[in-house]
């Protein structure tokens, strides 16, 4: 099975790009490299000029030729894909997406941001119905990352396996704010039963 493994750092892009300009789309390039079945995705870098639309993201190809020659001198890593985001929640490909999946050929990954406000934490995962991972970042935002790529073959576009040894680290920081805010919740409330019993004394004394 074709799988994609991001690591710490282009996890880290990804997301801060999406969170970034939500409410609009985000848009970069994964740079890496692929072995056999599996995308190693080392780098990602939001690109700042994409005219982010709320359904979808273009960018002016003669800008991303200039980039994609800048990488070429700046990183010793391809470009392999490219990442963009939906904010709301709509986790499913445009037709748009799909025609630009297609376009880029087979050995290209195309990472999907899935982007919903939400208050709930929710610990990250894998998911193995639509081989995506999904998590909260905060309080603010429920994010689902999913990948794909275009098979010749079968011309048709097909979801592939995300992998982020990251996410541990991120679920290891959401498990231990969340001790942390038990803590102080119960801090506060033995402080306010030290004042109410505080008062009573008071009144009690002559
Ligand atoms: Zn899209």
Not at 137 to 162: H, Q, R, T, Y
């Amino acid at each position: 099975m074709t799988k994609i493994v991001i690591s710490r750092d282009a996890f880290t892009n990804i997301v801060v790009s999406a969170v970034e300009v939500h409410a609009r789309e985000s848009m970069g390039a994964l740079l890496g490299s692929r072995r056999k079945n599996t995308y190693f995705v080392k780098e990602a870098y939001g690109f700042q000029s994409a005219e982010r639309k709320p359904l979808q993201v273009k960018m002016k190809s003669f800008r991303e030729k200039r980039i994609n020659n800048c990488f070429k001198y700046l990183s010793r890593h391809n470009v392999i894909g490219d990442f963009h985001s939906h904010p709301g929640g709509y986790d499913k490909l445009s037709t748009n997406d799909e025609r630009d999946i297609e376009s880029f050929g087979e050995d290209f990954i195309s990472v999907l941001v899935v982007m919903k406000k939400s208050k709930r934490t929710k610990l990250w995962k894998y998911n193995k119905r639509d081989k995506s991972i999904s998590g909260s970042i905060g309080e603010n935002f429920f994010v689902k990352i999913k990948a794909f790529e275009w098979d010749d073959e079968f011309e048709k576009v097909f979801s592939v396996k995300v992998e982020c040894k990251h996410m541990k680290n991120v679920n290891k920081t959401i498990k231990y704010y969340k001790k942390m805010k038990k803590k102080l919740e119960k801090m506060e409330k033995t402080s306010k039963a030290h004042e109410r019993l505080k008062l009573k004394l008071k009144r009690m004394l002559p």
